[in-house]
C-alpha cells in the first residue's frame, strides 16, 4: 500500500486503502457466509437462506453488486426526469419542517404554532373541521403567523373550499400579493371519503382550479397516500393508488381548465415514512419515478413533471406503551424523509397514539429534525443513498410494482371506483393480514411491545384526541393486538404472573427462561423464576418449563407432573421438544398473541 507524505502529491490509486489487496468475489463470500451457517444447521444456498421477501413480494437480498441494478439508470442527475435523485438540484434550500395542528381550541393552537415557528419549523399543517379548528376560528389560530413567509397546509375535508377562502382573506387583509401566499388548500375528496365515510365530490377541485389564476404559489389538492399506509397497505400499494388518486385530480384539473403544467404544479403528494430505513428511502424515490412516467404520458413539459412530497411519519407504527421509543422511530423516519428528498416532513410526536401531545413531545419532534437538518448536515446532500446498488435495485422494483397496482387501478374505472366498490380495501386488507400474522409470531417485533415490554412501566398519561371518524378503510396500529392484552393485564386485581419452572443448572435453562420471560412479559404478565419445588409459593395456575432439550428428556414429564400435582392447570414448555403433560409450546415463530391469551384467560384476565 501506497505510503502517505503530507504536503507531498501522490497518485490517487495508491493511496486506495484497498489497492494493495486482491478483490473480493462473490462466490468467496458465499463460501464463507455459507461456512458460517453451516455452523447454525442452516442447509442450502446462502444467499437464499439469508433473502427476505417484502409485502409486495420483492426480494432482499443479502448482498447487492451492479449485477442487481441491471438497466438502472446511475447517471440521472438530481432535478431532472425521471427525478429519482430528487425533485430539485438546489442543495442549499434544505427541506421544509412542518408542523400538524389538530386542536379545537384557537388560542392554544395559536400558542402552539408561533411557538413552533420560533423554534424550527417553517410551515403549519391545519386540521379544520371535524376534531380540528371551526374555519372561522382560522383567524385567532393564525394571528401573528406571517402568511407569506410561513406556509400553512390545510387539512378541512369537506369543509375545504370554506377554510381556504378564510385564508385567502387573512392574506388579503395582511396585504400580501396573493402570488406570496404558500402552502395547500389540501383538497383530498377521495381520500376523505376513505377514511371518514363521506361523499367524494371531485367538482371542489373545478371550484379550486380558479384561484390557482391568484394564488399561483398554493398548491390545490393533496393526494394523502398515508390514508391506504395506515390501512395496512404496503409501500408499493401506498404509491400505486396514489398515483391514480393524483391521476384522477389530474383530469378533474384539466377538465376544469387548466393546462397540464399547471395542473401538475397544484397538487402535494403526501407520503408515510416508518422504521424501516431503506423502504421509505425508496419509496420517495420510486413516488418520483412514477408521476415523472404519468406527466410524460400527459405531455406535460420536462421542468413540471416533478413530484411535490410531504413526508409524514407513519402513525400506524407509533406505540402507546413505552412510547419513548417511537423517538427512536421518529427518528428513522426522518432521516429516511430527507434522504428521500422529501420537500416537507412532519415528525410526529412520541406520544401522538397516547392522546393529545405535550410541549415537550413537540419540542423533540421538531429538534429531531433540526439535528438532522443542520447539526447533521442532511440539508447539504441531495440524494445520498443515490449509487447503492441496493437502494437503486429496491427503487426499481418498487416502482414496477407500484406500477402495475396503478395500471390495474386504473383500468378498473379509477381510484374512486375502485375504492366504493372495495377493490382498494380488500387489497389493502390482505396485506394487514399478514403482516398481522407477522407481528402475532413476533417475525415483524415491535420492540418495547411484543418485545423487551416492562410490565411496570409508568402509564404515559395525556388528554383524550376526538375520536377517529369511521371510513371505507380502517384506521390501523401495528402494536393494537399486544396493547389490548397489555389492557387486560392492567385491568386485573392483581398483576397476572406465570412460574417459570427451570430445570437443571443456569447454562442449560438461562438462554430459554430469558426467551419465556419475553413472551410473557409482552402481555403484560409477570414472571417469577425457580425450580418446580417452588412453584406453589407463586401463587399462579399457569407454569413454564425452562431448559435445554436434553434436560427436557429427563426431567420435563417428571416436572409437569410434579406442577399438575401442586395446582398447575396450563403448563407450557418453552422450545419444541414433545413432553408428556404439557399443554403447549412457547418457542420462536410461535403464535404469541395465542400463547398470551390463553395464558390471560387462565389466569382469570377478563376479555
Not at 101 to 124: E, I
Request: charge should be negative; proline fraction near 5%; aromatic fraction near 6%.
Amino acid at each position: 500500500m501506497g505510503t502517505y507524505h503530507p504536503g507531498v502529491a501522490s497518485d490517487p490509486e495508491s493511496l486506495a486503502l484497498a489497492a494493495d489487496f486482491p478483490s473480493a468475489t462473490r462466490e468467496q463470500w458465499r463460501a464463507l457466509v455459507a461456512a458460517v451457517l453451516g455452523r447454525s444447521d442452516v442447509a442450502g444456498d446462502p444467499e437464499d437462506a439469508l433473502t427476505s421477501t417484502t409485502y409486495d413480494g420483492i426480494r432482499i437480498r443479502p448482498l447487492y453488486t451492479a449485477e442487481e441494478a441491471p438497466g438502472v439508470d446511475l447517471d440521472g442527475l438530481p432535478g431532472q426526469p425521471p427525478f429519482v435523485r430528487g425533485g430539485t438540484a438546489d442543495a442549499l434550500t434544505g427541506w421544509d419542517v412542518r408542523t400538524r395542528h389538530a386542536g379545537a381550541d384557537p388560542a392554544a393552537v395559536n400558542r402552539a404554532a408561533l411557538g413552533d415557528l420560533q423554534t424550527g419549523a417553517t410551515s403549519l399543517w391545519l386540521v379544520v373541521g371535524d376534531g380540528g379548528l371551526a374555519v372561522a376560528d382560522l383567524p385567532a389560530a393564525l394571528d401573528g403567523v406571517y402568511l407569506d413567509l410561513a406556509p400553512v397546509v390545510l387539512d378541512a375535508g369537506t369543509r375545504t373550499e370554506a377554510a381556504l377562502g378564510a385564508l385567502c382573506t387573512l392574506g388579503e387583509r395582511g396585504g400580501i400579493d396573493p402570488a406570496q401566499l404558500r402552502g395547500s388548500a389540501g383538497a383530498d375528496p377521495i381520500g376523505v371519503r376513505a377514511g371518514t365515510g363521506a361523499d367524494a365530490d371531485l367538482s371542489v377541485l373545478r371550484t379550486l382550479s380558479d384561484l390557482s389564476k391568484r394564488f399561483d404559489a398554493l398548491h390545490l389538492a393533496t393526494v394523502d397516500g398515508t390514508v391506504y399506509h395506515q390501512a395496512g397497505g404496503s409501500d408499493a400499494q401506498e404509491l400505486g393508488i396514489g398515483t391514480a388518486v393524483g391521476v384522477a385530480y389530474l383530469r378533474e384539473l384539466t377538465d376544469a381548465g387548466l393546462s397540464v403544467d399547471a395542473a401538475l404544479r397544484a397538487l402535494e403528494f403526501r407520503w408515510a415514512v416508518n422504521a424501516e430505513q431503506f423502504p421509505s428511502i425508496a419509496k420517495l424515490r420510486a413516488a418520483r419515478r412514477l408521476w415523472d412516467r404519468v406527466a410524460e404520458l400527459c405531455g406535460a413539459d420536462q421542468t413540471r413533471r416533478g413530484q411535490h412530497q410531504h413526508a409524514v411519519t407513519s402513525r400506524a407504527m407509533l406505540t402507546r406503551r413505552d412510547p419513548w421509543v417511537n423517538m427512536l422511530r421518529a427518528t428513522i423516519g426522518c432521516f429516511a424523509a430527507a434522504v428521500g428528498g422529501a420537500d416537507a416532513i412532519t415528525v410526529l410526536p412520541f406520544d401522538a397514539a397516547v392522546g393529545r401531545s405535550d410541549e415537550f413531545a413537540r419540542r423533540i419532534a421538531r429538534n429531531t429534525q433540526a439535528i438532522l437538518h443542520d447539526e447533521s448536515s442532511l440539508a447539504r446532500v441531495i440524494d445520498a443513498a443515490g449509487g447503492s446498488w441496493f437502494v437503486e435495485s429496491l427503487t426499481d422494483q418498487l416502482a414496477g410494482t407500484a406500477w402495475d397496482i396503478f395500471t390495474r387501478i386504473e383500468q378498473a374505472g379509477g381510484a374512486l371506483h375502485a375504492l366504493n366498490s372495495g377493490a382498494i380495501g380488500e387489497l389493502l386488507a390482505q396485506t394487514w393480514a399478514a403482516r398481522r400474522d407477522d407481528i402475532a409470531h413476533r417475525r415483524a417485533p415491535i420492540t418495547g411491545v411484543s418485545e423487551y415490554a416492562f410490565v411496570d412501566e409508568a402509564p404515559v398519561v395525556r388528554p383524550a384526541e376526538p375520536g377517529a371518524p369511521t371510513g371505507l378503510l380502517p384506521q390501523i396500529r401495528y402494536a393494537d393486538d399486544f396493547e389490548a392484552l397489555r389492557d387486560r393485564a392492567d385491568a386485573a386485581a392483581e398483576r397476572p404472573r406465570v412460574f417459570l419452572a427451570t430445570l437443571g443448572p443456569l447454562a442449560a435453562h438461562s438462554a430459554r427462561t430469558g426467551f419465556a420471560a419475553n413472551l410473557f412479559q409482552a402481555g403484560g404478565i409477570e414472571c417469577v423464576t425457580g425450580p418446580p419445588a417452588e412453584y406453589a409459593a407463586a401463587g399462579t395456575p399457569v407454569a413454564c418449563l425452562c431448559s435445554s432439550d436434553a434436560i427436557y428428556a429427563q426431567e420435563a414429564a417428571g416436572a409437569a407432573a410434579e406442577l399438575r400435582a401442586a395446582g398447575a392447570t396450563l403448563v407450557w414448555l418453552a422450545g419444541k421438544a414433545a413432553v408428556d403433560g404439557v399443554d403447549g409450546a412457547v418457542f420462536a415463530g410461535c403464535d404469541a398473541l395465542d400463547v398470551l391469551r390463553s395464558t390471560l384467560r387462565t389466569l382469570g384476565a377478563a376479555e
